[in-house]
């Protein structure tokens, strides 16, 4: 059995790097849509900024500022620069749980973002520099898939990334579908962008061909079996990893990390869009996010501050 540290650090670890990766792409979105200064840019730098937790949407009026903000302010707990300067750390503390590899590409983009070229790089190219971020990520993650074991570590690893997606995935929708008084947005330039900040537009181009839609945007990046970065993906991914975890732990009998993990599957998975539709989306997706916490806070009790005695041998 992995010891508790070491396993919340890999699964923090996994949740920064997703945050960094996901910030990254909603502030370059942004930045491309409101260059046009549209009706539609505009509204989807309230979406962007709303769905990440801004108090005040209305930044979006001044794209670029909005954007460097959640690249590179140091007093924003999510922003790129702290997300990563996080996952730095939880990397630092299990070092010799992690490959040079893996260590190595996660250095490399810290440095890129913390560095004293940070800012000038940013101010020079913002577009540029959002995305090579991202490239680094994607280079991260593939590093750590092809070095790392694929045991308990690696598990945590990966439960921290997909937790993470599925809450940002479901705030992302309830931006989009809770907009103008609960109504769904409809302009198909934001509509659009929201597709890109779940890095769908493609995927979802192939299965939807041309009809930018909001039901089928819904039911897409909601119960897709196939697409990663779908809710209803994610929450498989979720389940089959607390079960191989807590088996391993041999908990599998008392998890509830694992019930709840299993009830917010089960949920998704019998859902109908139709219903969902005509009651609002952001009912469902409200408790996405519930869920999501209430799994993150089972998973600390079960995996990193349970009692000694749990697992002491009967």
């Known amino acids: 059995m992995m010891l508790a540290r070491v396993a919340d650090s890999l699964y923090w670890m996994g949740r920064y790097i997703e945050r960094a990766e996901h910030a990254s792409r909603v502030a370059a979105v942004m930045l491309n849509a ?6 539609g840019g ?14 005040d949407p209305g930044r979006a009026e001044n794209a670029l500022d909005a954007a460097r903000d959640l690249a ?20 630092r503390q299990v070092r010799d749980q992690i ?23 940013f101010e020079d190219d913002p577009g540029g520099f959002l995305r090579e971020i991202i490239a680094d990520l994607h280079l991260f993650k593939g590093a750590a898939d092809t070095t790392l074991s694929h045991g308990e570590g690696w598990r945590f690893l990966l439960l921290g990334v997909h937790i993470e997606r599925a809450q940002l995935s479901a705030r992302l929708l309830e931006a989009c579908f809770n907009d103008n008084e609960g109504r769904p947005i409809t302009d198909p330039i ?3 962008s929201v597709l890109r900040m779940a890095c769908a537009l493609e995927p979802y181009l192939r ?5 930018i839609n909001p039901r089928f945007i819904l039911e897409f990046l909601l119960f897709d079996e196939d697409f990663p970065r779908s809710i209803q993906f994610c929450a498989a991914r979720i389940q089959d990893l ?20 299993g009830r917010l599957e089960a949920q998704l998975k019998y859902a109908d869009v139709g219903e969902v539709e005509r009651v609002g989306a952001g009912a469902l997706l409200g408790a996405v ?3 999501c916490a209430a799994i993150h806070e089972a998973i600390h009790e079960t995996f990193v501050a349970y009692p000694v005695e749990m697992r002491l041998p009967a």
């Not at 505009?42 to 108090?55: D, E, P």
């Not at 590179?72 to 990397?91: C, I, P, W, Y």
């Open 289 to 291: 996010s519930a869920e």
């Open 99 to 121: 490959t040079t590899e893996t260590w190595g590409r996660l250095n490399l983009v810290y440095l890129r973002v913390t560095g004293g070229g940070a800012q000038a790089a």
């Open 34 to 39: 409101t260059l046009d200064r549209t009706a």
């Open 190 to 192: 934001a509509l659009m």
């Open 42 to 55: 505009a509204q989807t730098g309230r979406i962007a900024l709303a769905s990440l937790g801004a108090r």
């Open 207 to 211: 299965a939807y061909t041309a009809d």
């Open 242 to 261: 607390l079960a191989q975890l807590s088996q391993a732990a041999g908990v599998e009998q008392r998890s509830d990390a694992l019930r709840l993990a």
């Open 72 to 91: 590179l302010d140091r007093n924003d707990a999510g922003s790129v620069m702290v997300s990563l300067a996080r996952a730095r750390e939880n990397a």
